[in-house]
């Protein structure tokens, strides 16, 4: 079987600009492990991990240095409110293959408000969804739907958080089909859902930084099983003071 053609097979740090002694992005183990041994990606690849984990600044980075804007959107985009994002994407080296698609697109569901308002102020050429006159969920969907049709490399910041279980399951096909198509996926998530795409690799990023881990055996799903298993006993052990495991 041949080796897939993706946009971007590896991500190291660069040797010839490191990061500024005292980065703060450096103290994050995730963030540090990827700088000094490389992250090598696959056509899909999920990462999870717990709230200040690392995931939002690798996915952000990795966009950026591609040449997506940090807020949302394409290559082309020049979206900006306020400039708060790391620089991690300046001192981080994208290997790429020869021939692979150079479409991309960053959804980034916390900033997709402003964003849809950017839209609105430089319109395209071709009608396009009134992304502010449908629900958050429904205008992620249709953005999705809407800039996501051909092959390309694309990057999600937890798009969860403004999907319903069908507006994941519905994410889910269509991306399953892009990568049919010769499309690479890389997706930061909280949901247990979008990790179990189909051939991806996930990655479980934490204290002990990132490591390749099968879906059954993620934090994130043992915990969501322990609390539909039976939500009442699950609430009384952590409302007592205990603490998940």
Partial sequence: MSR????????????????????WFERVPAVA???????TLAP???????????KSTLVEALARAFGMAAEGGSTGSR????????????HLVLERDLGAPRRAFFVRAETMHSFY???EDNPGGKPEPQFHRISHGESILALVMDRMVKPGFYVFDEPESALS???????????????????????ATHSPVLA??????????????????DWEDLDLVRRWRGFLDDPGRFLRHVLGGGTVD
């Avoid at 897939?4 to 980065?23: F, K, M, W």
């Fill in 4 to 23: 897939p053609t993706l946009a971007v097979r590896r991500v190291r740090g660069d040797e010839g600009e490191p990061p500024p002694r005292g980065s």
């Fill in 33 to 39: 492990q990827v700088l000094r041994d490389g992250w």
């Fill in 44 to 54: 899909v690849t999920v990462l999870v991990g717990d709230n200040g984990a690392g």
């Fill in 79 to 90: 979206h900006v409110t306020r400039e708060t994002e790391s620089e991690l994407w300046r």
């Fill in 117 to 119: 308002t950017y839209l």
């Fill in 165 to 187: 279980f069908a507006g994941c399951l519905a994410l889910l096909t269509h991306l399953s089909g892009l990568v049919a198509d010769g499309s690479q996926i890389v997706l």
């Fill in 196 to 213: 179990a795409m189909p051939g991806a690799d996930v990655c479980e990023v934490g204290e002990w930084g990132m490591r390749r881990c």
